[in-house]
């Protein structure tokens, strides 16, 4: 299974910018998919989780800013992110699991529970 992302860059606060992520093989809508986040020195953090029936979990840094979905037919998750702010600024991977539940505190995919990783790209809010 390979997992592309693509949509990141450079956007002044307050912008907004679409990530995609491509999948090799169907499995966007049949396990649990999310994107993370990653600063240089920093643990990788869950930022969103689609899951069961769709259903979607958010850090809550992100929470009324950022919406995660996924196209089924063209095996494809996003992540629409609004409202963007410099404190946003990461690398944002990515993320599938092995089952369609996602495991973690409240719903939001943990770490430990994923099977497969994107190579990444790179999101950079300046002020």
């Known amino acids: 299974v390979q997992l592309v992302e693509s949509g990141g860059g450079s956007v002044q606060a307050g912008g907004s910018l679409r990530l995609s992520c491509g999948a090799s093989?169907?499995?966007?809508?049949?396990?649990?998919m999310g994107w993370f986040r990653q600063v240089p020195g920093e643990e990788r953090e869950g930022v969103a989780s689609?899951?069961?029936?769709?259903?979607?979990t958010y850090a809550d840094s992100v929470e009324g800013r950022f919406t995660i979905s996924r196209d089924n037919g063209k095996n494809t998750l996003y992540l629409q992110m609004n409202d963007l702010q410099p404190e946003d600024t990461a690398m944002y991977y990515c993320?599938?699991?092995?089952?369609?539940?996602?495991?973690?505190?409240?719903?939001?995919?943990?770490?430990?529970?994923?099977?497969?990783w994107g190579q990444g790209t790179q999101v950079t809010v300046s002020s």
């Open positions: 993320a599938a699991a092995s089952r369609a539940y996602c495991s973690g505190a409240k719903g939001l995919l943990s770490r430990g529970f994923v099977n497969y």
């Open positions: 093989v169907g499995i966007v809508s049949t396990v649990c």
């Open positions: 689609i899951g069961l029936f769709d259903s979607t």
